[in-house]
Protein backbone atom coordinates (compact mmCIF):
# COMPACT_ATOMS: atom_id res chain seq x y z
CA UNK A 1 0.00 0.00 0.00
CA UNK A 2 2.74 2.18 1.01
CA UNK A 3 4.56 1.52 -2.01
CA UNK A 4 1.74 1.83 -4.25
CA UNK A 5 1.25 5.84 -2.45
CA UNK A 6 4.91 6.31 -2.95
CA UNK A 7 4.62 5.60 -6.73
CA UNK A 8 1.66 7.64 -7.21
CA UNK A 9 3.66 10.70 -5.65
CA UNK A 10 6.80 9.73 -7.90
CA UNK A 11 4.79 9.87 -11.04
CA UNK A 12 2.44 13.25 -10.31
CA UNK A 13 5.32 15.30 -9.23
CA UNK A 14 6.91 15.48 -12.72
CA UNK A 15 3.33 16.73 -14.10
CA UNK A 16 2.96 19.47 -11.23
CA UNK A 17 6.08 20.66 -11.93
CA UNK A 18 5.01 20.94 -15.43
CA UNK A 19 2.21 22.86 -14.55
CA UNK A 20 3.81 25.42 -12.92
CA UNK A 21 5.17 26.57 -16.19
CA UNK A 22 2.29 27.65 -18.44
CA UNK A 23 2.22 30.34 -19.86
CA UNK A 24 -0.70 32.23 -20.62
CA UNK A 25 -0.52 35.37 -23.51
CA UNK A 26 -4.04 37.46 -23.80
CA UNK A 27 -4.76 39.30 -27.35
CA UNK A 28 -7.53 42.03 -27.77
CA UNK A 29 -8.32 40.76 -30.67
CA UNK A 30 -11.08 43.59 -31.61
CA UNK A 31 -8.13 45.88 -31.21
CA UNK A 32 -6.14 44.31 -33.46
CA UNK A 33 -8.78 43.49 -36.49
CA UNK A 34 -9.57 47.33 -35.97
CA UNK A 35 -6.41 48.40 -36.46
CA UNK A 36 -5.54 46.27 -39.76
CA UNK A 37 -5.67 48.15 -42.78
CA UNK A 38 -7.90 45.53 -44.33
CA UNK A 39 -10.62 45.75 -41.89
CA UNK A 40 -11.25 49.66 -43.00
CA UNK A 41 -11.13 48.26 -46.62
CA UNK A 42 -13.94 45.91 -45.73
CA UNK A 43 -15.91 48.25 -43.68
CA UNK A 44 -15.95 50.72 -46.72
CA UNK A 45 -17.17 48.15 -49.35
CA UNK A 46 -19.54 47.29 -46.85
CA UNK A 47 -20.85 51.20 -46.48
CA UNK A 48 -20.64 51.29 -50.40
CA UNK A 49 -23.06 48.54 -50.86
CA UNK A 50 -25.30 49.53 -48.23
CA UNK A 51 -25.56 53.00 -49.42
CA UNK A 52 -26.38 51.62 -53.15
CA UNK A 53 -29.10 48.97 -51.76
CA UNK A 54 -30.58 52.36 -49.55
CA UNK A 55 -30.80 54.35 -52.07
CA UNK A 56 -32.91 51.46 -54.16
CA UNK A 57 -35.30 51.06 -50.49
CA UNK A 58 -35.70 54.82 -50.62
CA UNK A 59 -37.06 54.24 -54.10
CA UNK A 60 -39.22 51.73 -53.23
CA UNK A 61 -40.25 53.45 -50.39
CA UNK A 62 -41.43 56.38 -52.20
CA UNK A 63 -43.21 54.27 -54.93
CA UNK A 64 -45.46 52.42 -52.69
CA UNK A 65 -46.15 55.90 -50.67
CA UNK A 66 -47.27 56.89 -53.79
CA UNK A 67 -49.35 54.30 -54.34
CA UNK A 68 -50.91 54.34 -51.02
CA UNK A 69 -51.73 58.24 -51.18
CA UNK A 70 -53.22 57.04 -54.78
CA UNK A 71 -55.40 54.41 -52.94
CA UNK A 72 -56.13 57.17 -50.04
CA UNK A 73 -57.43 59.74 -52.70
CA UNK A 74 -59.96 57.46 -54.55
CA UNK A 75 -63.65 58.61 -54.71
CA UNK A 76 -66.23 56.54 -53.00
CA UNK A 77 -67.87 55.47 -56.55
CA UNK A 78 -65.22 54.17 -58.13
CA UNK A 79 -65.54 51.32 -59.65
CA UNK A 80 -64.91 48.44 -58.03
CA UNK A 81 -62.55 47.07 -60.83
CA UNK A 82 -60.21 49.94 -60.23
CA UNK A 83 -60.29 49.93 -56.71
CA UNK A 84 -59.52 46.48 -56.64
CA UNK A 85 -56.68 46.77 -59.41
CA UNK A 86 -54.88 49.36 -57.37
CA UNK A 87 -55.21 47.60 -53.96
CA UNK A 88 -53.57 44.68 -55.53
CA UNK A 89 -51.09 46.76 -57.24
CA UNK A 90 -50.10 48.37 -53.83
CA UNK A 91 -49.93 45.03 -51.88
CA UNK A 92 -47.56 43.08 -54.37
CA UNK A 93 -45.45 46.17 -54.61
CA UNK A 94 -45.15 45.67 -50.52
CA UNK A 95 -44.43 42.52 -50.58
CA UNK A 96 -41.40 43.22 -53.31
CA UNK A 97 -40.19 45.76 -50.92
CA UNK A 98 -40.72 43.72 -48.30
CA UNK A 99 -38.83 40.63 -50.22
CA UNK A 100 -36.00 43.09 -51.80
CA UNK A 101 -35.17 43.90 -47.82
CA UNK A 102 -34.71 40.58 -47.03
CA UNK A 103 -32.48 39.77 -50.20
CA UNK A 104 -30.52 43.20 -49.30
CA UNK A 105 -29.47 41.80 -45.55
CA UNK A 106 -29.04 38.52 -46.77
CA UNK A 107 -26.31 39.67 -49.44
CA UNK A 108 -25.26 42.07 -46.81
CA UNK A 109 -24.47 39.11 -44.56
CA UNK A 110 -22.83 37.15 -46.90
CA UNK A 111 -20.72 39.86 -48.32
CA UNK A 112 -19.48 40.55 -44.76
CA UNK A 113 -18.73 37.21 -43.97
CA UNK A 114 -16.76 37.18 -47.28
CA UNK A 115 -14.96 39.96 -46.75
CA UNK A 116 -13.99 39.27 -43.00
CA UNK A 117 -12.88 35.21 -43.30
CA UNK A 118 -9.35 36.47 -45.17
CA UNK A 119 -8.83 38.99 -42.36
CA UNK A 120 -10.15 37.15 -38.85
CA UNK A 121 -7.73 34.10 -40.31
CA UNK A 122 -4.58 36.51 -40.92
CA UNK A 123 -5.77 37.94 -36.88
CA UNK A 124 -5.67 34.10 -36.09
CA UNK A 125 -2.54 33.41 -38.08
CA UNK A 126 -0.67 36.11 -35.73
CA UNK A 127 -1.98 35.13 -32.60
CA UNK A 128 -0.77 31.40 -33.52
CA UNK A 129 2.49 32.18 -34.67
CA UNK A 130 3.31 35.00 -31.55
CA UNK A 131 1.90 32.12 -29.45
CA UNK A 132 4.43 29.51 -30.72
CA UNK A 133 7.29 31.99 -30.85
CA UNK A 134 6.49 33.37 -27.47
CA UNK A 135 6.25 29.56 -26.26
CA UNK A 136 3.05 30.64 -24.42
CA UNK A 137 1.05 27.59 -23.60
CA UNK A 138 -2.68 29.39 -23.99
CA UNK A 139 -3.40 32.58 -25.76
CA UNK A 140 -6.92 33.93 -24.47
CA UNK A 141 -9.28 36.53 -25.17
CA UNK A 142 -8.62 40.14 -23.48
CA UNK A 143 -12.37 39.57 -23.05
CA UNK A 144 -12.88 39.59 -19.01
CA UNK A 145 -16.13 38.57 -19.79
CA UNK A 146 -15.06 35.17 -20.88
CA UNK A 147 -11.96 34.67 -18.49
CA UNK A 148 -13.26 33.33 -14.93
CA UNK A 149 -9.91 32.56 -13.34
CA UNK A 150 -6.41 32.97 -14.01
CA UNK A 151 -3.90 29.97 -12.54
CA UNK A 152 -1.13 31.37 -13.57
CA UNK A 153 0.09 34.67 -14.34
CA UNK A 154 -1.22 35.91 -17.61
CA UNK A 155 0.77 38.49 -20.20
CA UNK A 156 -1.10 40.98 -22.56
CA UNK A 157 0.18 40.12 -26.14
CA UNK A 158 -2.27 42.34 -28.31
CA UNK A 159 1.28 44.50 -28.87
CA UNK A 160 3.10 41.27 -29.99
CA UNK A 161 0.48 40.68 -32.12
CA UNK A 162 -0.47 44.12 -34.17
CA UNK A 163 3.58 44.24 -34.50
CA UNK A 164 3.62 40.62 -36.20
CA UNK A 165 0.74 42.53 -38.66
CA UNK A 166 3.08 45.49 -39.28
CA UNK A 167 0.57 47.45 -37.49
CA UNK A 168 1.31 50.70 -34.91
Not at 36 to 46: R, S
Not at 94 to 119: C, T
Not at 134 to 159: C, H, R, W
Amino acid sequence: MLKKIILSIALAIPFLAGAQNVKIGLVDANEVMAAMPATAEAQKKLEEAQAKYQAQAKSLDEDLQKQYTELQNLKEDELPAIRERKVRAFQDSQARAQEFMQQIDAELSKMHQELMLPITTELKGAIESVGREGGYTIVQSLDPSIVFYYGAPAENITPLVKAKLGIK
